[in-house]
């Protein structure tokens, strides 16, 4: 047991430092990680995307000198977390080195490569359900109490980490419910720990409150512009693709639990599984909705699979650690942008990638390299572009000028090299930045970035007596490419009111319930 912990701790390093050394370096912060980061300077208790726990992270990498390292390091260490919480699964069953290396192949050769690299939400997810179920097992194994109380704990952790870790409760307890185990709901301590959760995630309750509910906006939104487009085949068919390098683990371990009768007492785990999927299908969820369910059906898949090999059938685990090490040859090059744009998109173009749906964007088109990638190129080009064109200003031009983005991530990369530009805060009406906007602002000039190509044809710019197309980007495969820098000088009064009226009415608008 106690080689097998060494071998669990040791990987869970490695696992650790592996993504710092595959990524290339000419790859920035991805879209959605400058919005987290710019939560990170102003703290609240929610946000119209995600609860607060992510931000209280991005104000601690904010305190540490905000690099590449310190935004990477929290995801890479949760990562190695979750997956010690699958291996110490794993041997609570009873199982030994082979399960663990196999646990290990399966963080390193899936979709969480990616997920547990960027620094958004899901990494915190995908820990928290595992947390959730492991707490459970745990209690089945050992009937002691205190299993229960940090159950209680990280469920509400994991709800203000992100709303759909209750999509993960409700199924264990519908899970449960149908089976044996449903006892746990005659024991008073589940009940004291059902409290803890609620009281942990009550603030951000009473901020959705007091705001609201804009997370019913955001739903709403989200559904119009991407939920809707996703099928249930689509999804049901990414399952396997995410995964696909170690497929026959998690599909050994779902197997085991439905099936196995010295595993009954965790069937309920199989069945959270199918109903969570089953939801998520229902309301055309996105593919990586579901990867949380994973890490637990991996640790029972390894244990399964050692239990198999483990008299007559040992050679067979020589090809069972071949066949992940030999698929991720193309897995690891989707899951992460280890080489240049060029050189990648060729790679990917080779190999004839776009087959298996990976480089289809939100516009349902092939493009030469992942969305995810394209999301993480192109950002310090348009904040040393708009710098330049700030800088270009006379002192007091600069006291009336307001830097403004149509998108949070244009307004993020802003915010993000404001240090090193010397750039004044960038504002937005695009998602959370919204709530950072001032209903009212003394301003004569705008700096615009924008994404919309046409932006010079359109007839709100006679409100200026002067207006400057600075500047674009042009960084080759980035989604941003195209996007426009203009100085907009000398604002009339009509521009003046309808800008702030627009403010206001996109605010009411997140507040769906107001």
Not at 81 to 86: C, D, G, P, Q
Not at 301 to 308: A, D, P, T, V
Not at 358 to 373: C, Y
Request: aromatic share 18%.
């Amino acid at each position: 047991m106690k080689q097998a912990n060494r071998l669990l701790y040791f990987l869970a390093l490695v696992k650790f430092i592996t993504p710092f050394l595959l990524q290339n370096g000419i790859y920035e912060p991805h879209r959605d990680e400058m919005l987290y980061m710019a939560e990170g300077t102003h703290l609240a208790w929610g946000f119209m995307e995600v609860p607060p726990l992510l931000s209280l992270l991005a104000w601690i990498t904010h305190f540490f000198g905000n690099s590449m390292f310190w935004l990477k390091f929290w995801p890479s260490l949760f990562g190695a977390l979750t997956m010690i919480l699958s291996g110490k699964l794993t041997l609570s069953l009873g199982g030994r080195s082979f399960s663990i290396f196999m646990v290990f192949l399966s963080f390193i050769f899936s979709g969480f490569l990616r997920m547990q690299f960027l620094f958004q939400p899901n990494f915190l997810e995908l820990f928290f359900w595992t947390s959730i179920v492991y707490c459970l097992i745990r209690f089945i194994q050992t009937k002691q109490i205190k299993w229960f109380y940090i159950l209680g704990i990280c469920c509400g952790l994991g709800m203000q980490s992100k709303y759909s870790v209750l999509f993960y409760i409700v199924s264990l307890i519908l899970g449960l419910l149908l089976t044996n185990q449903r006892n746990i709901f005659r024991n008073k301590h589940f009940y004291f720990a059902v409290l803890i959760a609620l009281l942990l995630f009550l603030p951000n309750i009473i901020w959705q409150y007091l705001q609201h509910f804009p997370v019913a906006f955001h739903m709403n939104k989200l559904q119009e512009t991407q939920l809707q487009y996703i099928s249930p085949t689509s999804f049901l068919i990414d399952q396997l693709i995410m995964n696909f390098p170690v497929v026959f683990i998690w599909l050994s371990g779902l197997f085991a639990l439905l099936f196995v009768s010295s595993l009954k007492d965790f069937r309920f785990v199989g069945f959270a599984y199918l109903i969570v999927i089953s939801l998520f299908l229902l309301l055309h969820g996105k593919n990586y909705y579901a990867m949380g369910a994973y890490p637990v059906l991996l640790a029972f898949g390894s244990y399964q699979l050692e239990i198999i090999t483990s008299y007559r059938y040992k050679f067979v685990r020589a090809i069972l650690i071949t066949i992940p090490l030999v698929l991720s040859y193309f897995l690891v090059p989707i899951a992460l942008p280890i080489m240049e744009p060029t050189k990648l998109a060729a790679f990917y173009e080779k190999r004839n990638i776009k087959k298996m749906g990976v480089l289809n964007w939100e516009d349902g088109e092939a493009h030469p390299l992942p969305q995810d990638f394209a999301d993480m190129l192109g950002w310090e080009e348009m904040a040393r572009k708009s710098a330049k064109a700030y800088h270009s200003l006379n002192d007091e031009e600069k006291k009336n000028t307001l830097l403004f983005c149509d998108n949070y991530g244009e307004a993020g990369a802003l915010n993000y090299y404001a240090k090193k530009y010397k750039l004044p805060e960038t504002y937005s009406n695009n998602a959370s930045f919204l709530y950072w906007m001032p209903d009212s602002l003394h301003f004569n000039n705008i700096l615009l970035v924008t994404d919309d190509i046409h932006e010079m044809e359109h007839d709100f710019l006679k409100n200026f007596k002067e207006v400057v197309l600075f500047d674009s980007i042009t960084t080759p495969y980035a989604r941003e490419r195209g996007s426009l820098i203009l100085l907009l000088k000398g604002m009339n009064e009509k521009m003046q009111q309808d800008f702030k009226l627009k403010i206001i009415k996109s605010k009411k608008e997140t507040s769906p319930l107001q």
